[in-house]
Each structure stands twice: as structure tokens, then as C-alpha cells.
């Protein structure tokens, strides 16, 4: 098949998954009306979910990792606690969704790393999935769609700091765990949902920081200073990997956990992009306040 003809159908394929993403949308009114009146006002009050929009992360040290030892009494991955000083950066509000990622390999012409193991991450994007965040990417994937916005994926602890603020929370909401907060094993659905269904939000406005998918860093995994495997680190080579899928039980497994994967695994993990803040954008933000 010829390369134009290829991407003319590519395009109309994109073109039956957003008018079936309305009819999905359309169908479901008649049941919203027929809500109780506590219902639709929770719904009201929800805001939008607008994809792509980031916060601002202040400048400023915080709190990473943790001196909590495992179950075997042994020093966890994320071992020592210490303190880390960061300028101000922009974060993804939201995880990137499947449209983001169906958008942005469209313009490219961007064929996923899966696709050449059978698995695409368009398995994973049915119509009625679109504000769900996109999962069964590569590091390189994941990668190539930040920079395609003018984006970059977050360092480990822009991302620990998006979402424990700056003393080093256990979960974005607290210390103490609270249930149906995150989409987590906990929870139920045991798969991805629609980006801010859940109220899995950092003091800053990050939604979904401990659940939902799992989440790329621009970090090759090494342990903290002052760690006693500093010097001897199986995972060479790996990126680190931060946050929870459904799968995952997040009561015991906190904001500080950190996992390693090759940069070519394909499974339950996204991502969302950062950015560098300007100092007219923390000004700005300072006479918004």
C-alpha cells in the first residue's frame, strides 16, 4: 500500500474514533438526567478535565525518599530520606491520554515501539477510552511525544516533588491513607479510567499522582547517596518508573517507591511531560496569588 494512501486511511480511521467517541458521549446524557439531584451536583461541581494543561511547581527544597525499611528489615530503593533543591518547573496536570498520543502520531506519522511486538497501544484506545491515559509505550515513545510538544518527560524528583509537595507526603492527599482516593487495587476497577475521575490530587493540582498508570522519568535508575547497594546497582541501565497502576496496592506501596525498567518494556505504563519554568512564568504566578 502506498505511503499516502496509508495515512488517508489512518486519518478516516481517526475520524470514525472521534464520531463514535460522541455518540458514547451523547448516549450516556439520557442517563445523566435521570441522576439524583446529590449526584448531579457532585458532577457540576467537578471541573473540566482539559488535557495537556500543566501546573507550576515552585522552586524550593523538599523532602525525597524514605528511611522506612520493608517487611525483611532491609533498606528499600528509595533509602535514604534527604532533601533536594529545585528551580521551577511545569508538570502535566493530567497523564498523557490515548487522543493525545492518537493526535500526535498522526501529525508525525509515529508508529509505537509495540507495534513491532504486537503491542500497539491502539489496542488499548477504543473510542470510549479517549480521556484514558495512554499505556503500552516505551521509554523512546514516551520520549518522542513530550519533545513533540515542546515538552520533555520529568526527572525523578520533579516528579516526587509534583506529587509528595514539599514535605514529603506519603500520598498526594496526606499521610494517612484514605480509600477510593486513587485508582488503585483498592479501589476496584482493576484498569485505567478516564484522567481525574478519581480525587488523586498533590497540593499543587496534579491529578493522579499515585494511581491510575504507572509513569516514565527521564531518570536512569541509580541508588541515593549513602544507600548500601550505591556501588553495586543490578538495575544499570533502567529508567526509573513512579506511580501505581490499578494493580497495585496502594496503601502499602507509597509515593516514595521507586521501580526500574528497560527503556523498551511495554505494559502498564505512560507517562506525562515537564517543562522548564521561566522567570516571567514564576512571576506571573506570584501576582496571580
Known sequence: MRPKRRIMLFKKGFLVFIVLTVIVGLSGCGKKETASEGEAASQAAKPAVNPGEMVLIPAGEFIIGTDVKGSDGKESAAYPQHKVNLPAFWIDKYEVTNYQMLQFAIKESYTGEGAKEGKDWRLFATPDKVLVPVQYITWNDANAYCKSVGRRLPTEAEWEKSARGPDG??????????????????????????????????????????????????????????????????????????????????????????????????????????????????AKAAQAK
Not at 224 to 237: L, R, V
Not at 275 to 280: C, F, G, H, L, W
Open 169 to 282: 507526603k506519603a500520598y498526594p492527599w496526606g499521610n494517612d491513607w484514605m480509600d477510593n482516593r486513587s485508582n488503585t487495587a483498592e479501589s476496584g476497577p482493576m484498569k485505567p479510567v478516564a484522567v481525574g475521575e478519581y480525587d488523586d490530587v498533590s497540593q499543587y493540582g496534579a491529578h493522579d499522582m499515585l494511581g491510575n498508570v504507572r509513569e516514565w522519568t527521564s531518570t536512569p535508575f541509580e541508588f541515593y547517596p549513602g544507600h548500601p547497594s550505591q556501588k553495586n546497582n543490578p538495575f544499570k541501565g533502567r529508567y526509573v518508573v513512579r506511580g501505581l497502576s490499578p494493580n497495585h496496592r496502594g496503601k502499602i506501596v507509597r509515593l516514595w517507591e521507586r521501580d526500574a525498567m528497560p527503556a523498551g518494556y511495554l505494559g502498564d505504563i505512560g507517562c506525562r511531560c515537564a517543562k522548564d519554568a521561566t522567570p516571567e512564568d514564576v
